[in-house]
């Protein structure tokens, strides 16, 4: 199909998932050219999602003409700069319209190429973005503190072999390391304190991990900067923790993490990592799908 078939309609689609009803929603505008920034934000608040997608045609030159897209990002409260999510859920979008295969979204985080293949045995889409180039940073003691009090974490449950650390694939993200399966599934934590620090720090989510095995992860992601309590996937957090692994020595290079989130919300998702020893960016894929009405 040509790019004619890019209408402006909202479209919903989830990602990291090949169940309607696991992963993580988004709302997918795949020409967003007659809509205004508040437009924009208000049909993300209205579907409630943590995010929704809005694309436009990149300016001629910009990359491949027809393949390469102008993106934006907006939770229920704000724009984002990224959201790994959203992207992996308009990629599976725009494969069903223009055809698999390489894509180039221009986000404001910088440039994502994105690759969208379709399953021999006629599955659902599975789409790759690589990261922009990562980084990881301490984080101050103090401010720690301040995260673990607002989650009503002792220090004691947190694991050692997982220093927390924040870490940045095209939005940041606090690593805090859970030192048991129940530490993770128990989240009840103080919304506006914790917003308060995270806007403070520049944070997008905190990513809340537990280590199963060698190159197995459960995630847990708390939101409320974009007005969501909880994020049931999170490909940007993904990929910032896969450069935090790589960062710490936590996994040997190259390798592939598979990063478990959603189950305690209902909507389990699987999100795999890759990490390659001749670039330094991060490869988050996963499954999308469309959701029904």
């Known amino acids: 199909m040509s790019e004619t078939a890019l209408t402006g309609d909202v479209l919903r689609y989830?990602?990291?998932s090949a169940d309607p009803d696991g992963g993580n929603p988004a709302?997918?505008?795949?020409?967003?050219?007659?809509?205004?920034?508040?437009?924009?934000?208000?049909?993300?608040?209205?579907?409630?999602?943590?995010?929704?997608?809005?694309?436009?045609?990149?300016?001629?030159?910009?990359?491949?003409?027809?393949?390469?897209?102008?993106?934006?990002?907006?939770?229920?409260?704000?724009?984002?700069?990224?959201?790994?999510?959203?992207?992996?859920?308009?990629?599976?979008?725009?494969?069903?319209?223009?055809?698999?295969?390489?894509l180039v979204f221009e986000t404001r985080a910088g440039t994502v190429p994105v690759s969208v293949a379709a399953p021999a045995d006629g599955g659902p889409p599975r789409a790759t973005l690589t990261s922009v180039e990562p980084r990881?940073?301490?984080?101050?003691?103090?401010?720690?503190?301040?995260?673990?009090?607002?989650?009503?974490?002792?220090?004691?449950?947190?694991?050692p072999a997982l220093p927390s650390r924040i870490a940045y694939a095209g939005a940041r993200h606090l690593v805090v390391g859970a030192a048991t399966r129940a530490r993770l599934a128990e989240l009840r934590y103080d919304y506006a304190r914790l917003?308060?620090?995270?806007?403070?720090?520049?944070?997008?989510?905190?990513?809340?991990?537990?280590r199963e095995s060698a190159d197995v992860f459960h995630v847990r992601d708390p939101f409320p900067v974009g007005g969501v309590v909880e994020d049931p996937a999170t490909g940007a957090a993904a990929a910032a923790f896969g450069a935090y692994a790589r960062e710490l020595g936590l996994v040997p290079v190259p390798s592939v993490l598979t990063l478990h989130q959603g189950t305690e919300l209902g909507r389990p998702g699987v999100l795999t990592v890759e990490l390659r020893a001749d670039d330094r960016r991060v490869r988050v894929s996963g499954a999308g799908t469309p959701i029904g009405a």
């Open 136 to 159: 990881v940073e301490p984080v101050a003691d103090a401010d720690l503190t301040e995260a673990l009090a607002a989650l009503d974490w002792p220090a004691a449950d947190l694991d």
């Open 27 to 102: 709302g997918v505008v795949l020409d967003a050219s007659g809509l205004t920034d508040d437009a924009m934000l208000a049909i993300a608040a209205g579907l409630g999602y943590s995010e929704s997608v809005f694309l436009t045609a990149a300016p001629d030159g910009a990359g491949p003409p027809g393949r390469t897209f102008a993106v934006r990002y907006f939770s229920p409260k704000a724009e984002v700069p990224f959201c790994g999510h959203a992207t992996v859920a308009a990629a599976v979008a725009l494969a069903e319209r223009i055809g698999a295969g390489d």
């Open 195 to 210: 917003e308060a620090l995270m806007h403070r720090l520049d944070l997008t989510t905190l990513q809340l991990v537990w």
């Open 14 to 16: 989830t990602a990291f």
